[in-house]
């Protein structure tokens, strides 16, 4: 049978999703597998990655540009139990659900793969080099839009490599997609014994101490966030963990309480202990664990500056939020702790029929060649609204410490 040009096209877009999917990207590293035997929902045509991991990504391939797809969430059963012959006819406690919805986008990205004269000139495919650049190019755009949805902020740190633009960027909402949400008032953390990012001075920086706090405040908590369940994990239940990520100059900051402690080997010797039987990326490389917190670098810091105004969430239950400022003098850096189900990541699909389409054609009169990919995605962090009527973010909180800049 012969293959049509819009089967080739489809083809070719879902190997493109395929190749950025097996890169060991932030987003990669913290999404489920697809679970054994799932399907997808044959009035939806819609799956999804297992729900224990930070990331749950979402395949609806009937929706398109400027659609929302859907995820639903249930509330824990918290009713107390009906004991000895008492009628339990009519307790019963609800299942109750909340729908939570992201939009998803098309974005589109193109290159020059050159013209004659420049593929004379060099040994390489360009044509080749362009679609493999492009697909890392998505994978880079994705991290760092998961990276501020997840924080509920951009910050000021704008090095020249850096793809998205400051949040007052007149572009910035539009390309983050689902716009970005502060961090609810129960999920908000701070250095030291400040409790709001005005009170912070320049003591409060992230320390073994601030890691305890944060433990106690998770095992503490009325609405929990739930800890990080990876199917493969043989260890999920008997030694739960949550990961926090956090700047370089966090780490350098906790690097250097630690050390001053003693803790250096034992924090080492834990994270690699807990990794025993479980080869996942999140234990590769510089990291550490304490009180079942695995603590590890993200590069691509939420850094305010001093004066920088920052929007916060208040202590109420609908969120409503407030701006505050950085205090004069300090630098402050956003760590971000992530337990199961804290963002959501969509796709729909393109005019291909997938989730990626490539576009390759001849320009300036056949002499050079252009290269584009476009894709159906949306991120957006979880959050529902609790029995109580409280809105939370469900699976991420956030830790702002002041950072030694010297």
């Known amino acids: 049978m012969a293959i049509t040009k819009a089967q080739a096209a489809k083809a070719f877009g879902a190997a493109l999703f395929t190749h950025t999917r097996r890169q060991t990207t932030f987003v990669n590293m913290l999404t489920g597998a697809a679970p054994q035997g799932a399907k997808a929902d044959k009035n939806k045509n819609k799956n999804q990655t297992e729900a224990g991991a930070p990331v749950v990504m979402i395949n609806d391939l009937s ?29 019963g406690e609800s299942l109750d659900k909340v729908t939570f919805d992201l939009e998803i986008n098309q974005g589109r990205h193109n290159v020059d793969s050159g013209g004659r004269m420049s593929q004379q000139r060099t040994k390489h495919n360009l044509l080749q080099v362009a679609r493999t650049m492009l697909g890392n190019y998505f994978n880079d755009l994705q991290d760092e ?8 902020a951009r910050g000021d740190f704008m090095p020249e ?29 701070f250095g030291g014994d400040a409790t709001g990012i005005e009170d912070l001075d320049a003591s409060d920086k992230l320390t073994l101490s601030k ?11 009325a609405h929990p966030i739930k800890t990080i369940k990876f199917e493969a994990d043989q260890l999920k239940n008997e030694s739960p963990f949550y990961v926090l990520f956090v700047t370089p100059r966090q780490w350098s900051d906790f690097w250097a309480d630690a050390q001053a402690n003693g803790k250096i080997q034992e924090l080492m010797a834990q994270a690699l202990n807990r990794s025993s039987g479980f080869n996942h990326p999140l234990f590769k490389g510089d990291r550490v664990m304490w009180r079942n917190i695995l603590i590890r670098k993200y590069t691509k810091p939420v850094r305010f500056n001093a004066g920088s105004v920052v929007t916060v969430s208040n202590n109420d239950a609908k969120a409503s939020t407030t701006t505050k400022q950085v205090p004069a003098g300090l630098t402050v850096d956003r760590a971000i702790l992530l337990g199961g189900q804290a963002m959501a990541n969509a796709y729909g699909k393109t005019t291909s029929g997938a989730q990626f389409k490539m576009t390759s054609k001849n320009v300036d009169h056949d002499n050079g060649r252009e290269t584009s990919i476009a894709w159906m995605n949306g991120l957006k962090k979880v959050r529902f609204e609790e029995k109580n ?18």
Do not use: C, W
Request: proline fraction near 3%; avoid cysteine; charged fraction near 30%.
């Open 145 to 152: 839009i998961a990276t501020y949805q997840l924080a509920g």
């Open 389 to 406: 009527g409280r809105q939370n973010d469900y699976g991420v909180a956030v830790l702002d410490t002041v950072v030694s800049m010297g």
């Open 161 to 189: 490599d850096m793809i998205l633009p400051t949040a007052d960027d007149a572009e910035f909402d539009e390309l983050v997609v689902n716009k970005l949400q502060a961090p609810t008032y129960d999920r908000h953390f």
């Open 211 to 221: 890691i305890d706090d944060l433990a106690l405040f998770l095992e503490e908590m």
């Open 63 to 91: 929706k398109g540009a400027g659609d929302e797809v859907e995820m639903d969430l249930f509330h824990n059963l918290s009713r107390r139990p009906t004991m000895g012959d008492k009628k339990i006819e009519g307790r």
